[in-house]
């Protein structure tokens, strides 16, 4: 048998854009920047971040014209976001703003500007 070698050539592409953030960090974003995609759930972090203290979840309620379940909804999805953070004070849950995390989700937004 007859073996030719066959010299292939090799063709480099080469990537014009390459994404800077992961998977891993885009899913974890996209996660927080959706729990503030709402406009009920920015106007209770507005809230709290004013306010500069606990709120009860019944204070918070008052200031809506929404039911004590869907402000409670609500609230979960800021929580389970790493938003806010809460605390059980007798029968009340107090809620607060974690500073840091707001200081996070500016740092991932100035990230993409």
């Known amino acids: 048998m007859n073996y030719t070698n066959k010299i292939v050539p090799f063709i480099v592409i080469k990537e014009k854009f ?9 899913v974890a974003h996209a996660h ?3 729990a503030l995609g709402d406009p009920t759930r920015l106007r209770i972090l507005s809230l709290l971040s004013r ?11 008052e200031c809506f014209t929404l039911t004590q379940p869907t ?29 840091e995390k707001l200081a996070h989700v500016k740092n991932i937004l100035d990230e993409l500007a």
């Open 51 to 61: 306010h500069e203290g606990e709120m009860c979840v019944s204070e918070i309620t």
């Open 71 to 99: 402000i409670s909804s609500h609230l979960r999805v800021l929580w389970t976001a790493g938003l806010i953070e809460s605390r059980k004070k007798g029968l009340c849950i107090y809620y607060y703003v974690k500073r």
């Open 18 to 26: 390459v994404p800077q953030l992961s998977e891993k960090d885009a």
């Open 32 to 34: 927080l920047l959706k």
